[in-house]
């Protein structure tokens, strides 16, 4: 499993469905992690996931931003572990990896 997952290149966005664009491709994983986690602690994941992209779109060149620490007890508790989240990081250009640069 990996530890973190690395952002953010647009061309590094990927979909489980090639032919769908990288919005379509966010709107699908968004739509797949409401409909398969909207109870309670969905309520804590959204804002999370808002504010991992936010900042990133802010500070694009802050490797603080860059990546998210999946071991963080935090975002493993109220990210990680919520079907959808990752692919929807992952659709927004973030990427799986064990110490990944940004390329």
């Known amino acids: 499993?990996?530890?973190?997952?690395?952002?953010?290149?647009?061309?590094?966005a990927t979909s489980t469905t090639?032919?769908?664009?990288?919005?379509e491709a966010a709107a699908e994983a968004m739509s797949h992690f409401l409909l398969s986690n909207f109870d309670a602690s969905s309520k804590e994941t959204l804002?999370?996931?808002?504010k991992l992209i936010d900042n990133l779109v802010k500070n694009p060149s802050n490797?603080?931003?860059?990546?998210?620490n999946l071991s963080n007890?935090?975002?493993r508790n109220k990210v990680a572990s919520k079907n959808g989240a990752i692919a929807f990081l992952e659709s927004c250009g973030f990427q799986r990896g064990m110490d990944m640069g940004v390329s």
């Open 1 to 12: 499993i990996a530890s973190t997952i690395t952002t953010f290149n647009s061309n590094n």
């Open 63 to 68: 490797p603080k931003f860059q990546q998210i």
């Open 73 to 75: 007890n935090a975002i």
């Open 47 to 50: 804002p999370i996931l808002f």
């Open 18 to 23: 090639p032919s769908l664009s990288q919005e």
